[in-house]
């Protein structure tokens, strides 16, 4: 448990209420007063150089808007690239406040209603493990394939559609299982109908399987795919903004990120579950998927085609 967390508090009223205010939010065992700048942009060079994790801002019209019987206002800046220091901070705010202001706070938590680690990230890990284990299956199916000759003399589209085929048939029925049973078993946030989560699902699953494919005309033994897909996955999971947020990446590694169909797939996936988002609403994540099928579809067929005596 987190206790005493650096941050710091601006205040601009300088007023007996901010004081007060001030006072009874460090008495908090989650906040630790460290700094007192004057500015936000002080306080956000701070935040900046890891001195601090939040910033509390007290604006100049508190004093007066809770003499005159209104609701004072407070800015709460918490650094969420740490979900628990923020769930921490917040918390210690939201916890002095009423009791200072004698308002009763109603909270209301939209997308997460159990603030819980597990609907928080599980469904994003959920459709990463579908990619990965379909890069590692496929990788070592490829590899197997071309020491056994089994598909030699077939024609490339033949080749190709045959895989794609199979390929889609196994998580036709394993995403089935994962998003219609699991799903509920869990009680993960569903706030979008079967159309859409189908609209999201079809493309994903394409995209992912002829890049397996595509992956597979490369791989000569059949460890080869096991070792280079396990080490991607965390950093895949990172750089797809659901864990961390997109801002915290450098905006080229970030677009690199993309060209992995998991992270379109996670970001349109959990807008339209856990916030409601339509179809309108995911469009460029779609139209990225779509693309990505098309490119490494192209991909799949050139590598078949480099290697027509090895499959």
Known sequence: VLHKLPVAIIDHSQSHASRTLTTKLTASPYILEA???????SAKKLLLERKIYGIIEIPQ??????????QGRVAIYCDASYFLMYRQLFQGVMSTIPTHTSVTTSIHTLFNPSLGYGSFIMPAILILILQQTALMGIGI??????KCNILQQKSVPTILIAKTLTYSTIYTLLM???FG?????FGYPQHSSATICIAIL???????ILLGIALSTLY????TPLLTTMWSSIPLLLISGASLPAEAFPAPLYALGKLSPSSSAISAYIRAQSMGATVADISTELITLWALTLIYGTAAYIGIKKHPDEL
């Open 220 to 223: 000569k033994r059949p460890e």
């Open 35 to 41: 700094y007192s700048p004057t500015d936000i942009e």
């Open 61 to 70: 019209s508190y004093a007066t808007e809770i003499m005159r019987g209104r």
């Open 176 to 178: 089935s299982y994962i």
């Open 181 to 185: 049973i699991h799903y509920r078993l």
């Open 202 to 208: 079809t493309p994903y699953a394409l995209s992912f």
């Open 141 to 146: 199916v490829g590899a197997i394939g071309r």
